[in-house]
């Protein structure tokens, strides 16, 4: 045959990664933060009830969207550590990829509600009970940096682990903006110094959240994860000792930390045997932190493309040097 389907994949997920941590330790993680916020949200509700406050309340509310973020990402890690299926032949991993995209959307559409709240404030300026407000966000921002913490480790490796930091993280800054205003305006006496404060805190979580928001949505659509460049992929390939031509290269990402790559390597006068593909997928493992390579080798140009081509002709002038490089 003048095609040569030589498929090999290399396993043991997680591989090239460079991961610290240990990976089980973000179950034990995500049950504390959830645990934290829900008991947080009942207190914040009460108190809401309470004082009167309608702040108290609709940030309880608020707190309740964080809870359904730690749940998506939660149940997304826990799919991805499902076996492969016939149907899903990578499992569901990618779900990590959808959690990490919604919890982005979710922090941005927390930050529209939060600027039309401010908005209002600024028109029509309402007192605050500081001192109910101050006390229940101060238990906020211990509780939402401890939760942050507890992703601080995964948030280089894990887009999926990066939004619940981020999440938690947006979180206590509002509720140190809280803290911070209740003291000024108890102060001051000046009512928007508030609405200030909450403008400036959601600048802050937009400028944080869009790089989470790019990356998921870029991943999601298969693209190539932004720590790899695909040129110098292919250009390693194409260095490999006996390989003419790299073509048809396609990189996705399969979960939010792991990468899969497929190319085919035009060999016309090497053997590229077994060896040589194991220790190909180990190179692109080694160096660029793909776990899952496929490759497929082809002798000479007609190996690919043109099916009129003779059986066996291994006249490669001029082949297509083509790089499929997405």
């Given at each position: 045959?003048?095609?040569?389907?030589?498929?090999?994949?290399?396993?043991?997920?997680?591989?090239?990664?460079?991961?610290?941590?240990?990976?089980?330790?973000?179950g034990r993680?995500?049950?504390?933060?959830?645990?934290?916020?829900?008991?947080?949200?009942?207190v914040?509700?009460?108190?809401?009830?309470?004082?009167?406050?309608?702040?108290?309340?609709?940030?309880?509310?608020?707190?309740?969207?964080?809870?359904?973020?730690?749940?998506m990402?939660?149940a997304a890690?826990?799919?991805?550590?499902?076996?492969?299926?016939?149907?899903?032949?990578?499992?569901?991993?990618?779900?990590?990829?959808?959690?990490?995209l919604?919890?982005?959307?979710l922090?941005?559409?927390?930050?529209?509600?939060?600027?039309?709240?401010a908005?209002?404030?600024?028109?029509?300026?309402?007192?605050?009970?500081?001192?109910t407000?101050?006390a229940?966000?101060?238990?906020?921002?211990?509780?939402?940096?401890?939760?942050?913490?507890?992703?601080?480790?995964?948030?280089?490796?894990?887009?999926?682990?990066?939004?619940?930091?981020?999440?938690?993280?947006?979180?206590a800054?509002?509720?140190?903006?809280?803290?911070?205003?209740?003291?000024?305006?108890?102060?001051?006496?000046?009512?928007?110094?508030?609405?200030?404060?909450?403008?400036?805190?959601?600048?802050?979580?937009?400028?944080?959240?869009?790089?989470?928001?790019?990356d998921?949505?870029?991943?999601?659509?298969?693209?190539?994860?932004?720590?790899?460049?695909?040129?110098?992929?292919?250009?390693?390939?194409?260095?490999?000792?006996?390989?003419a031509?790299?073509h048809?290269?396609?990189?996705?990402?399969?979960?939010?930390?792991?990468?899969?790559?497929?190319?085919?390597?035009?060999?016309?006068?090497a053997?590229?045997d077994?060896?040589?593909?194991?220790?190909?997928?180990?190179?692109?493992?080694?160096?660029?932190?793909?776990?899952?390579?496929?490759?497929?080798?082809?002798?000479?140009?007609?190996?690919?493309?043109?099916?009129?081509?003779?059986?066996?002709?291994?006249?490669?002038d001029?082949?297509?040097d083509?790089?499929?490089?997405?």
């Amino acid at each position: 045959m003048g095609q040569h389907h030589h498929h090999h994949e290399q396993h043991g997920h997680g591989h090239g990664h460079g991961h610290g941590h240990a990976p089980h330790s973000y179950g034990r993680a995500f049950a504390i933060g959830v645990a934290l916020n829900l008991g947080f949200v009942l207190v914040e509700g009460l108190a809401g009830l309470w004082s009167g406050s309608i702040a108290l309340i609709a940030d309880a509310g608020h707190n309740l969207s964080d809870v359904l973020g730690l749940l998506m990402a939660w149940a997304a890690y826990a799919l991805s550590k499902r076996p492969a299926s016939a149907r899903y032949t990578y499992g569901l991993r990618g779900s990590s990829i959808l959690a990490a995209l919604f919890n982005a959307i979710l922090l941005m559409i927390a930050c529209g509600a939060i600027t039309l709240g401010a908005i209002q404030r600024f028109v029509h300026p309402a007192p605050v009970e500081s001192g109910t407000m101050m006390a229940v966000a101060a238990i906020g921002i211990v509780i939402n940096l401890g939760t942050a913490l507890l992703f601080l480790g995964g948030r280089e490796h894990d887009l999926n682990i990066r939004g619940a930091f981020l999440h938690m993280a947006a979180d206590a800054a509002v509720s140190a903006g809280v803290v911070v205003a209740g003291f000024l305006v108890s102060r001051t006496g000046l009512l928007w110094i508030d609405p200030a404060i909450s403008l400036i805190i959601v600048a802050v979580i937009v400028i944080g959240t869009w790089g989470l928001f790019r990356d998921s949505l870029a991943m999601s659509l298969a693209g190539v994860p932004s720590r790899i460049d695909s040129a110098k992929v292919t250009a390693r390939l194409g260095a490999l000792p006996g390989v003419a031509a790299v073509h048809h290269v396609h990189i996705w990402p399969t979960s939010t930390t792991e990468t899969a790559l497929t190319a085919h390597l035009v060999m016309p006068d090497a053997a590229g045997d077994d060896a040589f593909l194991a220790s190909t997928a180990r190179l692109v493992r080694d160096e660029f932190a793909i776990g899952h390579a496929t490759f497929q080798i082809e002798r000479g140009r007609c190996a690919d493309e043109a099916p009129d081509c003779g059986e066996g002709q291994h006249d490669h002038d001029g082949h297509h040097d083509h790089h499929h490089a997405r």
